[in-house]
């Protein structure tokens, strides 16, 4: 029984981290567009469109293994990548196991990882996954996110250089709703993280990640929003 819970668990982290590579493809074509239609929705018509072509061809011909295998990928990397789109590219997964015991953070003091959520600055709002980033508790009781984005371009495509420069997310006490520890999965990495639900704004309630380099750190940052929030980490 043990052995077969262990494969189990093998074959989903396989999948949780093939999954994770294709949710970092996706979302990096996302950031471009080409003739005003974004990288990724073009990658999905391709991978339909191919299903579709050697379906028909095996239908024309005749249906071989090359056909088959063929129609299967291109067919699984498309719902795949709609799947993921609809999460927005994010694959977390709770594991609600955290150490009993943390220090809580001090005023000011800044902690470096990574952020995923809704950032905003000057009026915009955008989602971003794995920025790095720093959080940090003000004098105000407030808690600040910060992260730079970085733009790159690259010829004919249309990059979204407006977003270059620092982003924000707010979160006060009082806003939060609950904490959940578990792990982010993208590209190839997988992070001790928490899952943040928070009030952004009186009729508008969202998420945010933080990844981080330890479960310590992550162990830490849930029981310092758990506590100020009183709310129970999950």
């Known amino acids: 029984m043990a052995?077969?819970?262990h494969e189990?668990?093998?074959?989903?982290?396989?999948?949780?981290?093939?999954?994770?590579?294709?949710?970092r493809i996706g979302y990096t074509l996302s950031r471009y567009?080409?003739?005003?239609?974004?990288?990724d929705s073009l990658l999905m018509l391709g991978l339909f469109g191919m299903a579709f072509y050697l379906g028909y061809l095996g239908?024309?011909?005749?249906?071989?293994?090359?056909?088959?295998a063929g129609t299967v990928l291109s067919l699984l990397g498309f719902i795949t990548l709609l799947l993921l789109r609809a999460r927005q590219y994010t694959l977390f997964v709770a594991e609600g196991l955290v150490s009993p015991l943390a220090d809580p953070l001090h005023v000011e003091e800044k902690i470096w990882l990574h952020g995923t959520g809704f950032f905003s600055v000057s009026g915009m709002r955008r989602r971003f996954?794995?920025?790095?980033?720093v959080i940090w508790r003000t004098e105000l009781d407030e808690y600040i996110l910060m992260a730079?984005?970085?733009?790159?371009?690259?010829p004919l495509l249309d990059a979204p250089e407006d977003e270059r420069g620092l982003w924000y997310i707010f979160a006060r006490p009082q806003d939060i709703r609950a904490v959940v520890a578990g792990?982010?999965?993208?590209?190839?990495?997988?992070?001790?993280?928490?899952q943040v639900l928070y009030r952004e704004s009186p009729?508008?309630?969202?998420?945010?990640?933080?990844?981080?380099?330890s479960a310590a750190q992550r162990d830490r940052l849930c029981h310092e929003f758990a506590m100020r929030a009183q709310v129970t980490p999950r």
């Open 203 to 213: 009729s508008v309630e969202a998420a945010f990640y933080l990844s981080c380099d």
């Open 148 to 154: 730079y984005v970085q733009v790159r371009g690259f």
């Open 129 to 133: 996954i794995e920025l790095p980033a």
């Open 8 to 23: 189990r668990g093998s074959v989903m982290s396989g999948i949780r981290r093939a999954a994770a590579f294709l949710a």
């Open 59 to 68: 239908w024309r011909d005749s249906l071989t293994a090359g056909h088959l």
């Open 183 to 194: 792990f982010l999965y993208f590209g190839l990495s997988r992070r001790p993280a928490l």
């Open 33 to 39: 567009k080409l003739l005003l239609i974004r990288l």
């Open 3 to 5: 052995c077969i819970e």
